[in-house]
C-alpha cells in the first residue's frame, strides 16, 4: 500500500540528546514536510524539501537540521539547541503541480511521532 | 492576529445533529484544505476547494472567495465523527500551507 510512514510512534530521550525521527514515503511526491504541533496551536512548518538535496527553513526551524539524499526519506533531527522539544511531529508529501501562484498539491500526513524529552 | 481563524474551538453534540465549523483566513488564497485529526494523531485530508461547494458523503464544504470565508458541515453526526477538524491555506505567494488552531468536535451517542 502507498502512503507515509513515521516511526517510532513514541519516543522519548534525555535532554541535551539529538534525536532523529523517521519520515519515509512510497507515493513518489515530489515534496516532504515538517510540522511540529503544540496543544492549542495550529500546525507550524519546521522545514519543507521540493527536490531532492534541497530543502528549506519554514517558520520554526532554529534547534532543527533536516536532510533529503533520497525522494522517499526525509529525516529530521531535533537537536540539544531545540529549546522545547516535547511535541508532536508530522511529516506530510505532496506532489507539486502546476507552480508559482497556482500550486494546489494536497498534502498526505504522516501518523506522527509524539516526542517527549525528560 | 491568525491569518487563518476557525470556530468554535470546541463544539459538542448529540448524535444526528447537524454540524457547522467555520474558517475565516485573511490573506489571499489559491486553495482551502480541511483535515481530519482523529485521537491517535493521524491527520486525513477531506476537501481541498479553490471554490464554490465540494460534498463526500456526509461531510459538505464549502468556499465564499470574496468574504474569506469556509464552512465544513457535517450531516446526521456520529460519535465516529468525533475529530480534530483542521482548516488551512495555501496562499497565492507562496506553496506552504498555513493552519488553524482546529476545532475540537465531540459527537455523544
Known amino acids: 500500500d502507498g502512503g507515509i510512514t513515521q516511526s517510532p510512534k513514541y519516543l522519548f530521550r534525555k535532554e541535551g540528546q539529538n534525536v532523529t525521527l523517521s519520515c519515509e514515503q512510497n507515493?513518489?511526491?515530489?515534496?516532504m514536510y515538517w510540522y511540529r504541533q503544540d496543544p492549542g496551536q495550529g500546525l507550524r512548518l519546521i522545514y519543507y524539501?521540493?527536490?531532492?538535496?534541497?530543502?528549506q527553513k519554514g517558520d520554526i526551524a532554529e534547534g532543527y537540521s533536516v536532510s533529503r539524499e533520497k525522494k522517499e526519506s526525509f529525516p529530521l533531527t531535533v537537536t540539544s539547541a531545540q529549546k522545547n522539544p516535547t511535541a508532536f511531529y508530522l511529516c506530510?508529501?505532496?506532489?507539486?503541480?502546476?507552480?508559482?501562484?497556482?500550486?494546489?498539491?494536497?498534502?498526505?500526513f504522516g501518523p506522527g511521532t509524539r516526542l517527549t524529552v525528560l | 492576529k491568525n491569518e487563518v481563524e476557525q470556530s468554535p474551538q470546541n463544539l459538542t453534540a448529540q448524535e444526528g445533529e447537524f454540524i457547522t465549523i467555520n474558517c475565516s483566513y485573511s490573506?489571499?488564497?489559491?486553495?482551502l484544505h480541511w483535515l481530519q485529526q482523529h485521537p491517535g494523531g493521524g491527520i486525513v485530508s477531506l476537501f481541498m476547494?479553490?471554490?464554490g461547494k465540494k460534498k463526500h458523503g456526509r461531510l459538505i464544504a464549502t468556499i465564499n472567495i470574496q468574504e474569506k470565508h469556509s464552512s465544513l458541515h457535517i450531516t446526521a453526526s456520529h460519535p465516529r465523527d468525533s475529530a480534530v477538524y483542521i482548516c488551512?491555506?495555501?496562499?497565492?505567494?507562496?506553496?506552504?500551507?498555513?493552519f488553524g488552531e482546529g476545532t475540537q468536535l465531540t459527537v455523544n451517542p
Open positions: 476547494l479553490s471554490s
Open positions: 507515493l513518489n511526491h515530489d515534496a
Open positions: 490573506v489571499g488564497i489559491s486553495a
Open positions: 506530510a508529501s505532496s506532489i507539486l503541480r502546476g507552480g508559482g501562484r497556482s500550486s494546489y498539491n494536497e498534502q498526505f
Open positions: 524539501s521540493q527536490i531532492v538535496n534541497d530543502f
Open positions: 488551512a491555506v495555501r496562499k497565492t505567494s507562496g506553496s506552504r500551507l498555513t
